[in-house]
């Protein structure tokens, strides 16, 4: 079945400019996450989805950073105002879980943001 | 707070060679979970195995194995006769069960090469 897909792959930004990252989870997971990874780091957590409701934002490190699902399947990330600190790799996963127990989580391919 | 630590930045083994990758982890809950990643060339990340903190049985699955150790709060994972396509970035992750979100924190990854 079809995985974890993120669009685009690739996007450079000038500094200033708004982005919006899409991220479609596999079909009939309930929670999505968003992770910054900066090159040559691990994965860290910027927000959490259990179906449409945001129930964690406590990684997204300013108010530039918005993210939403409106329907609870697919998620975009939004930046504001990009800054150079804001070039990462945003990797997008999906669970089939919800409370209690975390059960793996698969991951997109990421889209690589380089903000110039 | 949550903290995962992974010493080993890189590590080069010739294959057939056995390798073990280091995962130390803090944390105040009494319940957790413990997961390892393996994030290919492609990018990628491939769930490996979920651990909870009440099962610490060593697991074998192949050629990997993981040894769970509460006492010295570590997760070891090992690679046996190593192969070149197990060249990778490996991320151990931990994170607590929640009603209400499940922030997983990575570690920093160890890149492993395998070489022919």
Redesign the interface.
């Known amino acids: 079945g079809a995985g974890v897909s993120q669009s685009p792959r690739y996007k450079v930004a000038k500094r200033g400019q708004d982005v919006a990252l899409r991220c479609d989870p596999i079909s009939g997971h309930v929670s999505l996450f968003w992770y910054q990874q900066a090159l040559g780091q691990g994965p860290e957590f910027l927000t959490y989805f259990q179906n449409e409701a945001q129930l964690d934002k406590s990684g997204l490190p300013s108010d530039r950073f918005f993210a939403e699902r409106p329907e609870g399947s697919v998620s975009t990330l939004k930046i504001q105002r990009t800054q150079q600190e804001d070039s990462a790799v945003y990797l997008c996963a999906s669970s089939p879980g919800t409370s209690g127990v975390p059960y793996e989580q698969y991951f997109g391919p990421g889209t690589r943001l380089t903000v110039t | 707070a949550q903290k995962?630590t992974q010493a080993q930045t890189e590590i080069s083994v010739v294959e057939k060679e056995d390798v073990t990758l280091d995962c130390v982890y803090e944390t105040r809950d009494t319940t957790y979970?413990l997961?390892w990643?393996k994030q290919p060339p492609?990018?990628?990340?491939?769930?490996l195995i979920?651990r909870?903190s009440f099962d610490e049985q060593n697991e074998i699955s192949g050629r990997y194995s993981w040894n769970f150790q509460k006492s010295t709060s570590s997760f070891n994972f090992t690679i046996t006769a190593s192969q070149v396509v197990d060249s990778a970035v490996y991320?151990c992750?931990l994170?607590p069960?929640?009603?209400?979100?499940?922030?997983?924190?990575?570690?920093?990854?160890t890149r492993l090469s395998v070489l022919p």
């Open positions: 995962v979970y997961f990643y492609s990018g990628e990340l491939v769930f979920r909870n991320f992750a994170t069960p929640s009603n209400y979100g499940q922030n997983f924190v990575f570690g920093p990854g």
